[in-house]
Nanobody, 124 residues
């Protein structure tokens, strides 16, 4: 059974940083992608960033480009989202997701498995 567990969320002041982790287990896909999504109250789920396991290609939403950095440790099946220069508008529940065929993008339907999410709150 594929499991994704996020950690690292919390409360931070505007301008601060947080590092989210996504530990994946229970799969043996040769080519996969990990995506980070977020959902704020009353808003639709938004794709934030993704990384492809085969070559480390990354992609970012315009709203976080230059502030967030995605990375991964394939040996440990763990992905990270380093979030710097945080803004109150970044407040949301952050989810990681796994695409088992390596589909690479920021659309939720490209991903097969989802974690439970971790809350990120940025105060002004």
């Amino acid at each position: 059974e594929v499991q994704l567990v996020e950690s690292g969320g919390g409360l931070v002041q505007a301008g601060g940083s947080l590092r989210l982790s996504c530990a994946a287990s229970g799969f043996t896909f040769d080519d996969y992608a990990i995506g980070w999504f977020r959902q704020a109250p009353g808003k639709e789920r938004e794709g934030v960033s993704c990384i492809k396991s085969s070559d480390g290609s990354t992609y970012y939403a315009d709203s976080v480009k230059g502030r967030f950095t995605i990375s991964s440790d394939n040996a440990k099946n763990t992905a990270f989202l380093q979030m710097d220069s945080l803004k109150p508008s970044d407040t949301a529940i952050y989810y990681c997701a796994l695409s088992s065929d390596g589909s690479y993008g920021l659309e939720y339907y490209e991903y097969d498995y989802w974690g439970q999410g971790t809350q990120v709150t940025v105060s002004s």
